[in-house]
């Protein structure tokens, strides 16, 4: 059976994402590719369209006298770009974050680190009030090139049933 991919039309193809509530599997881990490298650019757009002044995180003289000796990248960043990682394995076809929850950020992210994470299925259960779709726990991990976790975050998504999402009703 060959994955990812819907037929349109003869000889046609349709690449596709994401998985069906049916999909997972509790206990079952996936790894997110591609990586990403945080450049210091990135950083600091990131950190000034959030209106995020701390200073820690672009201004490289102040950051020098910090315990960290140089700029630290956003938080929220880094947060985002977990999720971003998951999303074609995990909620692609999703409905609607439903929750978030201990969010930890267990070490510091640089510019010119990095990135990679993996998710973990924690728990499946039917929807009580959608009888097309289920709601999926996982727990995303992300980790920098030394292998070192740098932010965990557990996450409850609403997931359609096979036959059940965007893609499957409508031709986008």
């Known amino acids: 059976m060959v994955q990812n991919v819907k ?20 206990g079952d881990i996936y790894e997110h590719r591609p990586r990403r490298t945080i450049t210091e650019t990135e ?23 910090s315990e960290f000796g140089r700029c630290l990248v956003s938080s929220p960043f880094t947060v985002a770009l977990i999720v971003g990682m998951s999303v074609t394995d995990v909620s692609q076809k999703a409905i609607a974050n439903l929750g978030w929850s201990d969010i930890k950020m267990t070490h510091p992210v640089f510019a010119g680190d990095t990135l990679s994470a993996e998710s973990e299925v924690l728990a499946k259960r039917d929807s009580g009030s959608r009888p097309t779709a ?8 992300g980790f920098n090139q030394d292998g070192a976790i740098v932010c965990s975050f557990t996450r409850m998504i609403l997931i359609p049933r096979l036959g059940h999402s965007v893609e499957d009703k409508a031709d986008y």
């Open 134 to 141: 289920g709601i999926v726990t996982v727990k995303t991990t």
């Open 7 to 26: 037929q349109v039309g003869p000889n046609r193809f349709r690449e596709t994402f994401g998985r069906y509530f049916e999909e997972f599997t509790v």
């Open 43 to 65: 950083n600091t757009w990131f950190t000034l369209l959030t209106m995020n002044n701390h200073p820690l995180h672009f201004d490289a003289d102040y950051a020098k006298a």
